[in-house]
């Protein structure tokens, strides 16, 4: 059990452009879903909180209108890095965690590469 | 000071020994606590959460230290499949249920 989706796994694209990320919990509903950026040999990074139906919480820093989250139902959050720049390249993970349960569980993450 | 802090590493341990390692915490405030895993270039996985008494999985035991305000992690009879970077996580206190994490320890297992 447990388990969820990111996709898509790797994307490469033009500087300017925007691209979607989704992620969906496959075996139980996710109340809240986080995600994460990441940079080679660093730590995790928390960019925002989502819960479902309501907006995201985006972490000191982060650009709201840059990373744009939606999370519609139990099962589905999307990030979309709009305008991308090459500083956006980085691994974007999400986590899911259902109702009650502090315990997070990861997508397979999402590498992206802006050129 | 970070919230959470490990010793980065790497740990250099030989095949079938133990290795222990532990991460501090600053919020006493913190309620739950987690090790995860992660291979390079994935993504992280939950290997074990910590419970006030401790507990056990197989080779690996974590334990809770509130009055320290740390967590340990002891794997006994290391395999070269445990090489990954572990990662501490404790609760932030607050709502949201987010996770404070540490920037993980290395560990490498040598045949």
């Given at each position: 059990?447990a388990v969820v989706?990111?996709?898509?796994s790797?994307?490469?694209c033009?500087?300017?452009t925007?691209?979607?990320i ?5 075996d139980?509903?996710a109340?809240?879903m986080?995600w994460y ?9 928390l960019m ?12 000191q ?11 519609a139902?139990l099962?589905?959050s ?5 305008s991308?720049?090459?500083e ?6 999400c ?7 502090y ?9 992206l590469t802006v050129? | ?7 980065p590493?790497?740990?250099?341990v030989p095949?079938?020994?133990t ?15 987690f090790?995860?895993?992660q ?5 992280p996985?939950?290997?074990m959460s910590?419970y006030s ?7 690996f035991t974590?334990q ?21 970077t ?5 609760t932030?206190g ?5 996770l404070?994490?540490?920037a993980?320890?290395?560990?490498i297992?040598?045949p």
């Amino acid at each position: 059990g447990a388990v969820v989706s990111q996709h898509p796994s790797w994307v490469i694209c033009k500087s300017g452009t925007s691209v979607k990320i989704e992620c969906r919990s496959l075996d139980f509903q996710a109340t809240t879903m986080f995600w994460y950026r990441q940079f080679p040999k660093q730590s995790l990074m928390l960019m925002a909180t989502s819960n479902e139906g309501s907006k995201a919480t985006y972490e000191q820093g982060v650009e709201k209108d840059k990373f744009l989250i939606n999370h519609a139902s139990l099962t589905l959050s999307t990030l979309t890095v709009t305008s991308a720049h090459p500083e956006d390249s980085s691994f974007y993970i999400c986590s899911a965690r259902a109702s009650g349960s502090y315990e997070q569980y990861f997508g397979p993450g999402t590498r992206l590469t802006v050129t | 000071r970070k919230e959470v802090e490990q010793d980065p590493g790497p740990f250099n341990v030989p095949e079938g020994a133990t290795v222990a390692f532990n991460c501090t915490y600053s919020n006493s405030a913190s309620q739950s606590f987690f090790w995860y895993r992660q291979d390079c270039r994935k993504e992280p996985k939950l290997l074990m959460s910590v419970y006030s008494s401790g507990n056990e999985d197989g080779r690996f035991t974590a334990q809770l230290n509130r009055a320290s305000q740390y967590i340990s992690l002891l794997i006994r009879d290391s395999k070269l499949s445990d090489s990954a970077t572990y990662l501490c996580a404790v609760t932030r206190g607050d709502s949201n249920y987010q996770l404070i994490w540490g920037a993980g320890t290395k560990l490498i297992i040598k045949p």
